[in-house]
């Protein structure tokens, strides 16, 4: 049985290259649009916190990315994702299509702002 990861990079490394470099990509997305978050492990998954608050997770899968930005992060960008499966909270990429870096982007520059009000 495989051991828990202790932080994102034994995550990731976990995960064939092709989804390393995936995982990777969105990583450098959350850290670039929110530099003050605190990254950790949490729920088995890479995690963001902003003031003490969930700000976003990722996690990777054998055929998508799923993308967690809370339920008011995918809400404020429900027609940007439409064209994806979601949940409430959640959203599947795909990993035979380009994931969409500039509207992870934009979720979560609009979940700083909701974590700073």
Known sequence: MNKKPENVD???????????????????????????????????????????????????????????????????FEVQLSQYKQGKGSVQFPLDQPIPLDLIAEIVRFRVSENTA
């Open 10 to 76: 034994g995550y990731i490394t976990e995960f064939p290259l092709e989804i390393q470099e995936k995982l990777n990509q969105i990583r450098k997305v959350i850290r670039e649009n929110a530099p003050d978050a605190v990254e950790s492990i949490a729920y088995g998954m890479p995690a963001y916190k902003l003031n003490k608050k969930p700000l976003v997770y990722f996690a990777g899968y054998a055929k998508h990315i799923g993308f967690y930005a809370t339920p008011s992060g995918h809400s404020a």
